[in-house]
């Protein structure tokens, strides 16, 4: 299984991205899926998470409210859409998708994209 992010680039401060993220191969059994990012200098952290089964989510403190993670309709895909962005929110971006092999929970991430807000 291959993820694939992309939507990344530059935008002014107060400015709207899209990331997507694609899974190669079949339909998956997927468990969960979300979407991390680092920043320079910064251990990586979770921005957002959506389970499978009960559709919940979960945002991280500073992005409540202005991001918003969702499954597509195509299947193997989901985005983040992220508005109202700041600068803070420079980092490369990453997806993760847990899916059920059949033998247990296995973990995906994709090769990361850059998002860069300037001031």
């Known amino acids: 299984v291959q993820l694939v992010e992309s939507g990344g680039g530059l935008v002014q401060a107060g400015g709207s991205l899209r990331l997507s993220c694609v899974a190669s191969?079949?339909?998956?059994?997927?468990?969960?899926m979300g979407w991390y990012r680092q920043a320079p200098g910064k251990q990586r952290e979770l921005v957002a998470v959506l389970t499978s089964g009960g559709g919940s989510t979960r945002y991280a403190d500073s992005v409540k409210g202005r991001f918003i993670i969702s499954r597509d309709n195509v299947v193997n895909t989901m985005s983040l859409q992220m508005n109202s962005l700041k600068p803070e929110d420079t980092a490369v971006y990453y997806c993760?998708?847990?899916?059920?092999?059949?033998?247990?929970?296995?973990?995906?991430w994709g090769q990361g994209t850059q998002v860069t807000v300037s001031s």
């Open positions: 993760n998708f847990l899916v059920w092999t059949g033998r247990g929970i296995s973990d995906y």
């Open positions: 191969g079949s339909a998956l059994s997927i468990t969960a």
